[in-house]
């Protein structure tokens, strides 16, 4: 038998043994979640030297977390000109949008914010978003309305084909049992969670590995920032603080979570090149911690 015979009948015993099942199940195994990152580490400089930042920092995915200086981004006043326009922007830095945050007055009257934030998610349809982030509600007597505007958001959003996520942010999604508690006065299918580990110890001190188990299920999106006590610096490097990223994305993991991370908490720098070298070392230990699982 000459050499290409011999690889050839080798290749065709080994694909009799393994079949197909094993070899997805393989494939199952390999952990390659998209990594993104917000424009919140920039909001000194520009919303282009922003773009530009996460670009050359080696990310080809960004979020509309944060309002910029002369930049309408989704709120209600955004014009159709102007979003097509910022959608521009962003495609010719070679990235993608995946996300946008979501504005409203928590002490406001419910219709007023039910029209608002119904115009919002028409403008994040316009530019092809595939979720929208609120951070919840701080006071108990705003709980209600922030059910009710949740629930009205998440059916309209299903009909443009957006989903509403939630993040911990203290107050109403402090932890697990606020999360949870929201999950169930929305009641809608279209309301998920987006996971914040660093926020959990930032607002509640509490294990953000041991919190994550409850609502796990919940997760379609993760906010990547490090905390190392409450009320303690979240805009700094990640593995400064007590976030286990390798035990919580190992958690993400077995609940079938498949992104995407998105990185939110960078150390600011002097400049923005500084601020972009420091998002670039925080998306490599992503990387590599998600390699390790």
Known sequence: MNRRAFIHTTGLSVAAVVSPQVIRSMAAEKTNWPIGCFNRPWTKWSYDEALDGIKAAGYKLTGLLTGQRGEAMTSANATPEYLDSLKKRIAQRGLAVNMTAIRFKQDGALGENIADLRKQIENAARLELKFMLTFGVDKPTHFENFYRLMADAAAQAEKRGV???????????????????????????????????????????????????????????????DCAAPKAEVMTQFGTGKVDFKAVFTKLKSAGFHGPIMV???????TAQGTTANARANREFLEQALASI
Not at 191 to 197: G, L
Not at 264 to 270: I, M, Q, T
């Open 163 to 225: 989903q509403i996520a939630m993040k911990p942010h203290g107050g109403g999604s402090g932890a697990s049992e606020e999360i949870l508690r929201c999950i169930e006065k929305v009641a809608h299918a279209n309301f998920k969670i987006w996971y914040d580990a660093g926020n959990i110890i930032y607002y509640t001190g509490k294990d953000p590995l041991a919190e994550l188990e409850p609502v796990a299920k919940h997760v379609t999106g993760f906010c990547a920032k």
């Open 264 to 270: 939110e908490g960078v150390k600011v720098g002097a």
